[in-house]
């Protein structure tokens, strides 16, 4: 273990800026998003508090990652997305509480961790993408999506995608374990071909007339629609309108992007300071607007991108719950056998 922490060490370091890594005045971010995504935040952070910060981006194994460093890891906060890795994170025990009461004030506790592990920054909503050429309906809750009337017409990425868990997981909260169950049946009848893809695919399934519905987050169409370097990408994005589906409640299932305190944060005072300054309103809106999210908060105003999809009314179930559902989902779906494609 010794061996491996000090290669792993080793590894950062060329990583981050000479001087960053171990000095004073700098927050290291570890993140599985992009750089480009979050660096306008940080930037608007550095500019008001003169604080740097370094940005480790792993595409994967993050978590294992930090463990491995153990007490000597850089990491000062972890940045990234879903419920389900801010969840990973607290229970593979590299995060550490936060009761902070600017944070506290400034997300509301459905979007972070009772114990105070984890913080929600911005939400993306799980949608219908629609044919505009071949679906008249303006609305479609989550419900429908079992009706036969949509059988071979329904195109999704995996059922065990962590996108995919966080919707599901969400309906066994709301419906309960056996209405689910008979809900994930009726969708995969209702599947055009067996699951595959990211969500950008599904959008260019649409458009090759493949499927006339599919399961997507938001902020894929705003990446779609304003992809200058790939032209068929914008094709596929205005092939589709944005239908916000929703539970009884009359609300829609979303899921975040968030941030947490690493456990053995070598500059815990300058990480607690940026938490605060990303759980700001003025954060949040620079934050979402990068990435065609919403703000976290439900009275901050999107971009005008995003608003162009429609009204969101976000679900209020707490995020906590839906994660809590996350295994249970899973099993379903390998039960029901989703990801095998609609049954002959």
């Known amino acids: 273990m010794n061996s491996l922490r000090a290669i792993l060490l080793g590894t950062l370091a060329a990583g981050l800026s000479a001087g960053g890594a171990l000095a004073d005045g700098v927050v290291n971010i570890y993140t599985y998003r992009q750089p480009a995504l979050i660096q306008p935040v940080l930037d608007a952070f550095t500019k008001e508090t003169g604080i740097n910060t370094e940005v480790l981006f ?54 972070r961790d009772p114990d105070g592990h984890w913080f929600g920054l911005t939400k993306r909503a799980r949608v219908i993408y629609a044919s505009k050429d071949r679906v008249k309906d303006t609305s479609i809750t989550y419900a429908d999506l079992a009706d036969p009337k949509w059988k071979g017409k329904i195109c999704m990425r995996s059922g065990q995608h962590d996108y995919n868990l966080g919707l599901f997981g969400s309906a066994i909260a709301h419906w309960g374990p056996e209405k689910t169950e008979e809900w994930m049946k ?29 399961i997507g987050n938001t902020y894929y169409v705003g990446l779609m629609r304003t992809n200058e370097k790939e032209p068929e990408e914008k094709e596929w994005g205005n092939a589709i309108n944005v239908l916000f589906p929703t539970f009884e409640n009359g609300l829609t299932h979303v899921n975040i992007s968030g941030a947490a305190l690493a456990k053995d944060a070598p500059h815990k005072e300058d990480a607690i300071k940026l938490i605060q300054f990303l759980s700001s309103d003025e954060a949040q809106r620079i934050y979402a607007e990068k990435n065609f999210e919403y703000p976290v908060e439900n009275g901050l105003e999107p971009s005008e991108m995003v608003k162009s999809f429609g009204e969101l009314k976000a679900d209020t179930l707490p995020l906590a719950d839906i994660a809590s559902h996350r295994k249970e989902a899973s099993e379903m779906v390998d039960r029901v056998g989703l990801d095998d494609g609609p049954s002959t």
Do not use: F
């Open 186 to 214: 009726g969708l995969k009848a209702n599947l055009a071909h067996k699951p595959d893809g990211g969500d950008r695919p599904q959008a260019k399934s649409i458009a090759a007339g493949e499927c006339d519905i599919a």
């Open 58 to 111: 792993l595409d994967k194994g993050l978590e294992e990652r930090i463990l491995a460093e153990g007490q000597n890891s850089p990491a000062d906060v972890i940045m990234t997305v879903d419920i389900a890795r801010l969840t990973s994170a607290k229970a593979k025990g590299i995060t550490q509480p936060l009761n902070d009461e600017t944070v506290n004030k400034n997300i509301s506790a459905e979007y």
